[in-house]
Structure formats: C-alpha cells, structure tokens
C-alpha cells in the first residue's frame, strides 16, 4: 500500500473530479435549453407543492359557496360564450370559479402537491421493488431468476390502465387503493430494467475480485453491484414521474376517484367535463397543468439521459 | 434451436402467463369479494333459494353439505367452498363461455356478458388500430427527421412534439380536440362539428338500418366498405378521426424514440460510410440503405403498440362516447360487473402474448441476421 496516493490526495482528486463532472454537466445543460427548461419546470413544481399549504388555506377544497359557481371574471381571456356569468364581488378569480363556487387556481395549487406525491410514491415504491427483485433474479440466476421473469411477464401481459381499473374496483376507491392499484402496473418494468443491468454488472472483473477477497454474495449485490447499475433506473424513474402523473390522473378522470370534492387534477377535469361548452376553463388550467408538470420531468428525465450516456458524450 | 421449437418454447410460456392471469383476475374477483358477487351475473330474480343454491352448487361456489341458500349468504363455513377450489369449475365456465347476464344498465339481465362485450369489441379494435396506424405515419417519418438531422433544428422540434405527445393527457387532449372542434375553429360562420359536441360514432344505427350496411363484423368501416356503402363510410371515418387523433398523440412520441435511436445506430455503421463514400447521393444512403435496417425495431413496437392500444383507449373511449368496451369497462366497475372486466383483461391479454408471438416470428422471418 505504499505506492498508492494518500487517502488525503485520493480525495482531493475525486472532489476534483466530481466538480468537473458537475461543471461538464452544467455546460451541457446551458447547451441545451429544452432540458434547462424541464427541470426548471419540475423544480418550479416540487416548490409549488412543497410551499402549497401556505399559498393557499389546505381546507379550502370543502368550502362551496354556490352563489359564486361556474363564473369569470378575468378580463384578459374571452371565452366568446354566450353564458358566461360574471364573478360578483371585487375579488378577480384569474382562472374562474368551479361548479361548487371554489377558485379554479387555488385548486390547481392545492392539487399539485396531491399528485406529486402519490407519483413519487409509486415511482420510489417500484424502484425499490425493481431493484430488489431485480438485482436478486440477476444475481442468483437458475429457478429464481425464472420465477421473477414470468411473474414479470404476467403483469405484462395486461394493459397497466386496464389492470388498475379492475384492482381499484375490487379494493374500494380510497387514495391508498388507487395508489395501490397504479403501483402494482408499475414495478415489473423497473424490474426488468435492473435485472438487464446486474446481468451485464456481475461479468465484471471487480465483481470477481471482490468475490476472490471473500465478500458476501448479499454485501457484492447491494453494496456494490447496485449502486453501480442504478443509473438508467434513476432516469426511468425520473420519466416515469411524469407518466405515473398521467395514469393517476387519469384514473381518477374516469371516475375513480375517492371523493367528487378532492383537489386532484385528473377529478378536477372530470368535474369540469359536464361543463366542457360552458365553462371551458374547468378542463383547460387543470389539464394544462398535468401537461406541464408531466413535460417538465420527461424532459428532465430525457436531459440526465442525453448528459449522462457516455455513449453520447464528448 | 430452430425456429418450430423457438415457437414451441413460446407457445409453453404463452399458456403460462394466460393461466398466470387468469389466477390473478379469478384471486381478485373471488377472493377479495363476498360469494354473491361472484353469483350475481347468474341469479335473474324469478329464482327461488332453491335454484339458487343449486346454481350456486355448480358454479362451484357453494359446498355440496350447503343446508339452505340463507346458510350461505350468511357465510356459514359449512358452505364456503374455499377460493382456490373454485379455480377449475371458474376455469370450465370461462372457457364455455358461460359469464352469465351483464350487469350493465341498459341491458343488464336480458343479455349476456360475452354478447355485450363482443358486440362492443369490434369498436375498440376499430379505433386501436386506426390508432396503431395513424401512429406509424406521424412517427416513421418524424423520427427518420429527426436522426438524420440530429441536434439541429428540426431534431429539436420533433423531439419537443415526441416528448409533449408523450406528457400529453389524452383525455384532456381530446376535450381540447372537441372544445376546437365545436365552439372555436369554424368556416363560413358553422361549426365543423353538430353542436352538442360529441361525434355522432352510434353507426350501430346504419348497421341495423336495412338493405343499407350489413354487419358482417360489427365493425363501422369495415361493414360499410363490405356493403359497398359510401356514405355510411364517410361518415364512420369522420367519427373516428377525433378518437384516432387523441388515441395516436401519446403513442406518436414513444414509436418516434425508437426509430430515431435506431436510425442513428443505424447510421453510423461501416455500410453507412461505405455508401457514402462510394458517392450515393443522402438521399438513396437513407431511404435505401438505412430505413431498411433501422425500421426494424419500430415494427415490433407497433405491432405492441395495437396490442397495448387495446386496453389504453379506455380514456379515448369515455372523452368521446365510442360505444366500445373500453369505455363500458367503466360503467362496468361502478356497477361492480367484476365478469366484464375479467373477460376484457383476459381478451387483452390473450391477444397481447399472440401479437408478441407472431411479431417475435416476423421480425425473424424479415432479419436474416436473427437466428433462433
């Protein structure tokens, strides 16, 4: 051990590094200003939803005030409707009112951090399965390794939204259930995906070595062939926010969610729907704003994708 | 190994994965839902208990020492068959066909659950693959754009087009089709479409009407151009141009992806640089060269994209009232039609473990590189 750097300069060195790394990063990002623009966007919203409860009273989504219901009074937008009620009173509603009198933009802001969360949820819950089952049926191979893959196959086979409907109408539709019933559609891609990954990781020589030194098959697995293969996992992850976004919501759209009242996006739109000639801006804002929020992650996800491959690089 | 005996292992696996399905939509409807519900497509109300234990009985719900009907819906373990006993008889009734009555309003007790869905089947079909198509002509050529002219411009743009298609909820989009439609894009002072907003997709109408449109598959398009009817034609494809619309804008992004990845590997082959140093012109590089090799992969896409299609036009199905059994599955599930949706999903995935087969076996019969 004499000829190696000291540990102090090792350090030194691979601080270096990573600033490097950081740096190259930051170059490629101002080079590309679409993925600049996503994780601006999925940043804005992970703020939003963190600083909601303060923005806006949490409670507001029981309170109706029916004298207020269906109205506009924001003078940038016409509808060119011939029954648009005008809002009473000086309080301009920028995005209307909704059919119970609520604000529509008060309630798109109490809603994101709803939808956030229950995507992160899913996203980090099936990570996690995916990288257990994953690594575990790649590492130990033979019946195992079968037994998870066609376990996988099975969920496959059936069309996720198709497969969410039915378990969220067997178990009852309260937000765990539905969360409940999206995650299970979910896990067997991050599955698959880990399990390509570990295949390749395990022929590697270090993997060998560390095997020669005596370490333990669980401790070579989890503590160093996984960290080594998480990385297409974490931009899956990453794009996945965003379409978790999209089958929440879009459950919930079609009727699935826990109460007609709750600040949702999906329910939001399908409050609205009723009112799509009418009141066109109880569909437009909360859809607009799974749009964005989703766009937002997916070019995120598509960006880290694009700085991070070696193979595109350089 | 040869191709016969690739299929064959296929085919092992194929069964696997339905029997694997099937467990888990009966576990679903039976084991987590009281018995009743499991009996309640079969009991039209004239039944007396007698009949209804008796029925009971041989659906393999109730034990043979059952006493009464009132024993077993009071859940008396005597009467209690236990779920994974109930598995073969399910089986049985699942392949003869027996889903008893539809619980659907409108026809519920007057018509059976395998009629309902495959008079409303043809529809989704219809719509999934004008969908499937649509999707190949926007994203073969989009994505061919976009590898060749990679990092540039039109890259750029139809990268965002991919990846906005792609974030794009397809409910809202097709709201926002109809709003369009309906209320703002006009000519002449009309509206493009009827005022009351949704298509008018009820061909089942021109199909009944007589002498005019036979249905020979329950399919709008095709019966009218089987009938040889113009019109009823017409009419079916402006109906279906909407939902094929909003069907395809999600599906657009990730087919694009696949061929521009594909492409641009393709691209940068030795045989690539060959050609072109040889002095063929971009053009002949591309088309004839590179398209062939880099398609590939987006053949086996679409071809799981129709299959996966088929359960995603549930959304579709709703924004826009298509009389298909996507958007019955969800009045299915707020009358707790449990035997609906297990016929669906088992139909879905039945199809979907065939069309990865028999994309599998085209994809090897087109790429003499690929040896089984």
Same mark, same amino acid.
């Given at each position: 051990m004499t000829s190696g750097p000291s540990p102090k300069k090792e350090e030194r060195r691979s601080s270096r590094g990573l600033r490097r790394e950081a740096l190259y990063g930051l170059h490629l990002l101002r080079k590309n200003p &679409? *993925?600049?623009l996503g994780s601006i966007v999925a940043l804005a919203s992970v703020v939003l939803a963190l600083s909601s409860g303060l923005i806006v009273d949490p409670n507001l989504w029981k309170t109706t005030h029916i004298a207020l219901r269906l109205?506009?009074?924001?003078? &940038? *937008?016409?509808?060119?409707?011939?029954?648009?009620?005008?809002?009473?009173?000086?309080?301009?509603?920028?995005?209307?009112?909704?059919?119970?009198?609520?604000?529509?933009?008060?309630?798109?802001i109490l809603a994101i951090p709803l939808d956030l969360q229950v995507s992160l949820e899913i996203v980090l819950s099936a990570v996690l399965i995916g990288t257990v089952f994953g690594g575990i049926a790649a590492y130990a191979g033979g019946s195992l390794d079968e037994l998870i893959l066609r376990l996988t196959d099975i969920f496959l086979a059936v069309p996720s939204l198709l497969l969410a409907i039915v378990l969220a109408t067997i178990l009852g539709r309260t937000l765990q259930n539905l969360t409940l019933s999206v995650l299970v559609t979910w896990w067997p891609t991050y599955v698959r995906l880990m399990r390509s990954q570990v295949l390749t990781e395990k022929e590697k020589p270090y993997v060998e070595a560390l095997r020669a030194v005596g370490a333990g098959r669980v401790r070579i697995l989890f503590r160093h062939i996984v960290p080594n293969s998480i990385y297409p996992i974490v931009v899956q992850g990453t794009l996945d926010i965003g379409s978790v976004i999209l089958t929440f919501s879009a459950l919930t759209f079609i009727g699935f969610s826990p109460s007609p009242l709750i600040p949702e996006l999906g329910n939001l739109v399908n409050q609205g729907i009723q009112y799509v000639f009418t009141a066109p801006w109880l569909i437009i804002f909360p859809g607009l704003t799974i749009f964005v929020v989703s766009l937002g992650f997916n070019l995120l996800g598509d960006g880290i994708r694009d700085i991070f491959d070696p193979r595109l690089r350089r | 190994m040869r191709l016969y005996e690739y299929v064959l292992r296929r085919i092992i696996l194929m069964v696997f994965v339905l029997v694997g399905v099937s467990l888990i939509v009966f576990y679903l409807g039976r084991g987590l839902l009281p018995p009743e519900s499991a009996l309640a497509p079969y009991i039209t109300p004239r039944m007396d208990d007698a009949t209804k234990l008796q029925l009971a009985r041989s659906l393999g719900v109730a034990t043979s020492s059952c006493p009464s009907w009132s024993a077993l819906a009071a859940h008396e373990s005597v009467c209690l068959v236990p779920v994974w006993g109930q598995y073969l008889s399910w089986v049985g009734n699942v392949l003869a066909g027996n889903w008893g009555y539809s619980l659907l309003p409108g026809v519920a007790g007057t018509q059976t659950t395998w009629d309902v869905f495959w008079l409303r089947f043809p529809y989704t079909a219809e719509l999934a693959v004008a969908g499937t198509i649509l999707t190949a002509l926007v994203a073969i050529p989009l994505g061919i754009i976009s590898a060749t002219r990679n990092n540039r411009l039109p890259d750029h743009v139809s990268r965002f087009i991919s990846l906005g298609?792609?974030?794009?909820?397809?409910?809202?989009?097709?709201?926002?089709?109809?709003?369009?439609f309906v209320l703002y894009l006009r000519v002449g002072g009309n509206a493009l479409l009827p005022s009351n907003g949704v298509l008018d997709t009820s061909c089942a109408l021109c199909v009944s009407s007589p002498g005019q449109v036979t249905g020979y598959t329950g399919a709008p398009i095709l019966d009218a151009l089987l009938s040889l009817n113009p019109v009823y034609f017409w009419d079916s494809l402006v109906a279906l141009f909407l939902p094929t619309l909003t069907l395809a804008i999600t599906s657009i992004g990730a087919l694009t992806r696949i061929l521009r990845s594909s492409m641009m590997e393709v691209l940068r082959q030795d045989y690539i640089l060959l050609a072109r140093s040889k002095?063929?012109?971009?053009?002949?590089?591309?088309?004839?060269?590179?398209?062939?090799?880099?398609?590939?992969?987006?053949?086996?896409?679409?071809?799981?994209?129709?299959?996966?299609?088929?359960?995603?036009?549930?959304?579709?199905?709703?924004?826009?009232?298509?009389?298909?059994?996507?958007?019955?599955?969800?009045?299915a599930s707020t009358v707790l039609d449990v035997n609906f949706l297990e016929l669906y999903v088992l139909v879905t995935a039945f199809i979907i473990v065939v069309t990865n087969l028999l994309v599998d076996i085209v994809y090897a019969k087109l790429d003499p590189r690929i040896r089984y």
């Open positions: &679409i *993925v600049l109205c506009w009074n924001n003078p &940038i *937008v016409n509808w060119n409707l011939r029954n648009v009620y005008d809002c009473s009173g000086p309080t301009t509603y920028l995005l209307g009112t909704d059919n119970y009198g609520r604000d529509v933009l008060r309630m798109i | 298609g792609y974030s794009v909820p397809a409910f809202w989009f097709g709201l926002l089709l109809q709003l369009l002095g063929l012109k971009e053009r002949v590089v591309i088309y004839r060269h590179a398209l062939k090799n880099a398609v590939l992969p987006s053949i086996t896409i679409t071809g799981l994209l129709f299959a996966l299609l088929l359960g995603g036009v549930v959304i579709v199905e709703v924004v826009f009232s298509w009389p298909g059994v996507g958007a019955a599955s969800v009045v």
